[in-house]
């Protein structure tokens, strides 16, 4: 494997990525809100951006809400028109399961982290049932090393050379919360968010919104001189087009919101005075 996933807290990951040199670059996959379920999902991007994970021996994070599971008979938002023809029948959150496992397949050695969004809590509240979970137990029989995740966490990324830790940072990341208005496109939600948490790169999603903000923190290094580290702000668009011509969203005074995830670019670099360790380099890029 190019990549290792182990669990170290009920919140906590580390993924180790494998490296054949000590300059060659690493990407992750980052994505949230896909709504695989709902027959307005773009299956053909989700599709070619996972196909791409697979050719960089990528890892795959999913941060909540892959399930949209909003199709069944209690649901009040339930429609027709995002039901898909495989899902109907009386037992509709198991066949999301078993058909999501199955299409999951062939990309089950790629997905390093499946962790819930606000659609699968609501199922987990009023049905007494985790889809994720579930769907991760059925990866991992097939032999993937997915885990687990929760509504929010850590993940902390190495960068390993014949064993060694060459470099690492830490991820934030959060399924989300709020309503992304208009105006402020969630961007609001950082400054909370990082007056909580400390992190490298905060992940988020939710309000099916695609935006990057940076940060430059200044403190001082090990030789007693200032030092600056950026920080990445990443909210994850949707996979689910939600320019239809009827429905909630319309109803609710939405128009389309951008479609994709975000490519997380490694790589080991060294700073100028070298009595400082290596650090990770890392910028973002839209999929």
């Excluded at 070619?48 to 949209?68: E, L, R, T, V």
């Excluded at 999501?100 to 982290?113: E, Q, S, T, V």
């Amino acid at each position: 494997m190019s990549w290792l996933i182990k669990r170290s807290d009920n919140n906590c990951h580390i993924v180790s990525l494998k490296l054949r040199e000590r300059k060659q670059q690493r990407k992750c996959l980052l994505l949230a809100d896909i709504h695989w379920d709902n027959a307005h999902c773009d299956l053909e991007k989700l599709k070619k951006d996972m196909d791409d994970a697979m050719k960089h021996n990528s890892p795959i994070f999913i941060f909540g809400d892959f399930f949209c599971a909003m199709q069944g008979k209690w649901d009040h938002r339930s429609s027709q028109d995002a039901l898909r023809p495989e899902h109907r029948g009386g037992n509709y959150l198991d066949t999301l399961v078993e058909t999501a496992a199955k299409w999951l397949h062939p990309y089950r050695k790629n997905i390093a982290i499946i962790s819930p969004g606000n659609h699968e809590t609501a199922i987990q509240k009023r049905h007494e049932t985790n889809l994720c979970e579930r769907l991760v137990t059925l990866l991992r029989h097939e032999g993937s090393l997915v885990e687990l995740g929760s509504y929010w966490g850590f993940i902390r990324l190495s960068m390993e050379f014949r064993e060694k830790i060459m470099a690492s940072s830490v991820i934030h990341y959060s399924h989300g919360y709020g309503g992304g208005g208009e105006i402020t496109r969630g961007l609001i939600d950082w400054s909370r968010t990082r007056g909580q948490y400390f992190a490298d790169i905060y992940v988020a999603g939710h309000i099916h919104r695609r935006n990057l903000d940076e940060n430059i923190m200044t403190r001082m290094d090990k030789a007693g001189k200032p030092h600056q580290i950026k920080q990445l702000f990443l909210r994850c668009g949707t996979y689910k087009d939600e320019h239809q011509p009827n429905g909630y969203h319309v109803e609710k005074g939405r128009a389309g919101r951008p479609i994709g995830g975000w490519w997380l670019d490694l790589e080991v670099a060294y700073h100028e005075n070298k009595n400082l360790s290596a650090f990770l380099s890392y910028r973002a890029s839209m999929t």
